[in-house]
């Protein structure tokens, strides 16, 4: 049988426990999911880096089909990292640490069935990474995955970790305030928030809501006198 329709989108967790979502002429729209995979193997080669981006030969239809049609990539691209190229202590003599990152539907526009399909799809990632990656991979045992069923079962809106999309109507000062109207002892931080998501931006959004509980600073005053 098909998959049952996605459910509705949900707003960010702090508007649902105050129960106020905020006013806004459209919908949030929440970001993209994706599936990560951290994964054992046998020591890849000494040259391949941290960071690999391993594009796909359709990668421009990825948009397409994650964000649009609510699929998973017919031509996966995928974010490879190897911890162990710059920490080698994070796996035993002769092993390395992967994690692959593979961006999917949200919950909200996906059709993807990932309590019967979230397995097959993880192994066609794997599958990617060593038929992309020669040496990497090889040997591969599967540590943890977390799809965007997981995500949403840790709260997360839709069942995406990178929170709201960075659309123009969501970006820098059309992104939701850290205030909650009719709230006055409600202060918010993190990506759903301003200024935006990642850790510096993230990080950002907490010294701007302590800004708000505590003030901002007084400027000293400077003084130019003139002989």
Known sequence: PPPPPPPPPQPPAPYRLL??????LLPLRPAPSA??????????????????????DSWQETFTDI?????????????VTRPTATDPSLAP???DLL???????????????????????????????????????????LLHVVDPAGWARQGMAAGTP??????????????????????????LAGSSTVPGVGVPTALLSG????????????RARTTVVTT
Do not use: K
């Open 35 to 56: 599936v990560v995979a951290h994964i054992g193997c046998r020591a890849a080669p000494p040259d391949t880096a941290h960071h690999s981006i391993v594009f796909g």
């Open 99 to 141: 994690y692959v990152l593979a961006p999917a539907p949200n919950l909200a526009v996906g059709n993807v069935d990932w309590v019967s399909g979230g397995m097959e799809y993880t192994d066609r990632i794997r599958s990617t990474v060593a038929a992309r990656l020669p040496g990497v991979g090889v040997d591969p045992e």
């Open 207 to 218: 010294r701007l809501a302590a800004d708000r509980i505590t003030g901002l600073p007084a």
């Open 19 to 24: 129960g106020r979502p905020p006013r806004r």
């Open 67 to 79: 964000i649009d049609d609510g699929r998973l990539m017919t031509d996966p691209s995928l974010l």
């Open 93 to 95: 003599d002769g092993r």
């Open 162 to 187: 990178f929170a709201l999309a960075h659309t123009f109507g969501q970006t820098g000062p059309f992104r939701p305030a850290n205030t909650v109207r009719g709230i006055a002892n409600a202060v």
